[in-house]
């Protein structure tokens, strides 16, 4: 019997997910000759959240080249907006008083808009796309190229041998799944609902862009401004918020509306555009980025809590160093895993830093302080520097944050002694 020979297409890295992170390090290694393959298991555009850039992210944009096509698809961002009913109120950080800012601004964009901007941005560079197929296999052997399995809509197979995979599968995590490192991030356990809305007002006297950042019992909304009058609005809820209430859990959104005067006052007139969506198991992280042959970018590796619009940026700096990491690994492993070592902490080390303010975005003391700010010693400064995304943080910034946690820490103490904060 003759058995079919199995055509295999040879490449030096393959990249799993043609999201921000996929597309990035794609575009970067496409240009230095490398031969790319990125696939795509959706077809763009496709409907994504998070769509609130920060500062930080201009720079890289620039870098690939569609910095001006983000400019002319995006509504301007000068900066964020926190809302507390609980007797803070309202607190705007506007941009431009970050330390050391480049760019005093960003932008809110549709994802489904940007992302196949950066999709098509590979391909221009070189890179070989292809969308609607999906990675079902990858058989790594140590000193052997990776045989990759995916299947088209129709259910053909296809097979790749590649020299190096990077794994940019976001939150399917196809290889922090399959090889059981993704573990729930305990400290911030939560779910979200959200969709798009039309009719929903923005904000006015010049904070039209402002994305708003509602802080609300057992979790948060985001109300994020787009084009064509687009509202996107979402709600993240701790464990508490989904375990008490009854019913289907869609309607959750709409009771915590109604439980907040701020959001029920500008969604009075809402207009749901798109079907409500839920995503659980909101944070997580693999207990390791690398392994031999491949390394993880973007939400493949990890997910922070969207508070502080970090996602994107994070996965595009992270496509940065996995590309670096490809680069190294096709010289030689040795070369691969010294650098994947290096890019795996440098990641965690940023995550860390904006990860503090996220644990204890809810926690009194810190509310206090954030919705009244104060610049002794550029303490306010260097806050916004976070929310623009200056995760690095030199000393410039870091002295500054150091100086902020001595605050809350003492604020802290004063409290579980019974003191006035």
């Not at 862009?209 to 019992?217: M, N, Q, T």
């Not at 691969?336 to 996220?358: F, V």
Request: proline share 4%; charged share 20%.
């Amino acid at each position: 019997m003759n058995v079919p020979e199995i055509s295999v297409q040879n490449c030096d890295v393959l990249v799993i997910g043609g999201g921000p992170a996929g597309s990035t390090a794609a575009t970067l290694l496409a240009r230095k000759g490398h031969n790319v393959v990125l696939l795509e298991k959706d077809a763009h555009p496709r409907f994504h959240i998070g769509e609130s850039l920060l500062p930080c992210n201009l720079p890289l944009l620039r870098e690939l080249g569609v910095l001006e096509q983000v400019q002319a698809m995006g509504i301007y961002k000068p900066g964020a907006e926190f809302v507390v009913e609980t007797g803070e109120g309202r607190q705007a950080f506007a941009f431009h008083h970050a330390i050391g800012a480049r760019y005093d601004h960003a932008y809110q964009v549709l994802r489904a808009d940007f992302d196949e901007l950066l999709f098509r941005n590979a391909a221009k560079n070189g890179a070989k796309t292809f969308e609607n197929i999906k990675v079902t296999q990858a058989d790594f052997k140590p000193d052997a190229a990776t045989l990759v399995t995916a299947q088209d809509k129709d259910g053909k197979a296809h097979h790749f041998a590649a020299r190096f995979v990077l794994d940019a599968s976001g939150r399917d995590g196809f290889l922090a799944t399959r090889k059981r490192r993704r573990n729930a991030d305990k400290n911030n356990s939560t779910a979200a609902i959200y969709s798009h809305f039309g009719n929903v007002p923005r904000r006015g006297a010049g904070m039209e862009g402002y994305i708003s950042i509602h802080l609300v019992k057992e979790g948060w909304f985001w109300m994020i401004p787009l084009p064509d009058g687009i509202m996107s609005v979402g709600f993240v809820g701790d464990k508490s918020a989904f375990r008490k209430h009854q019913g289907p859990v869609l309607d959750l959104f709409w009771q915590k509306v109604q439980e907040s005067p701020s959001v029920a006052e500008r969604m009075a007139q809402a207009e749901l555009l798109n079907p409500l969506a839920t995503t659980g198991n909101y944070s997580y992280r693999a207990d390791k980025a690398w392994g031999e042959g491949y390394y993880m970018i973007g939400d493949a590796y990890a997910f922070l809590d969207p508070v502080f619009s970090s996602g994107v940026l994070l996965a595009m700096k992270s496509a940065f160093r996995g590309a670096g990491v490809a680069e190294a690994w096709l010289r030689s492993p040795q070369a691969g895993a010294k650098a994947a070592q290096a890019a795996e902490a440098q990641t965690c080390k940023e995550m860390r830093r904006i990860s503090w303010l996220i644990y204890r975005i809810n926690h009194p003391v810190l509310r206090k302080l954030f919705m009244h700010p104060r610049n002794i010693l550029r303490m306010r400064d260097a806050i916004i520097s976070l929310l623009a995304g200056d995760f690095a943080a030199g000393w410039r910034v870091g002295l500054p944050i150091t100086a902020f946690k001595a605050v809350f820490d003492v604020g802290v103490l004063k409290k579980k002694l019974g003191l006035k904060t």
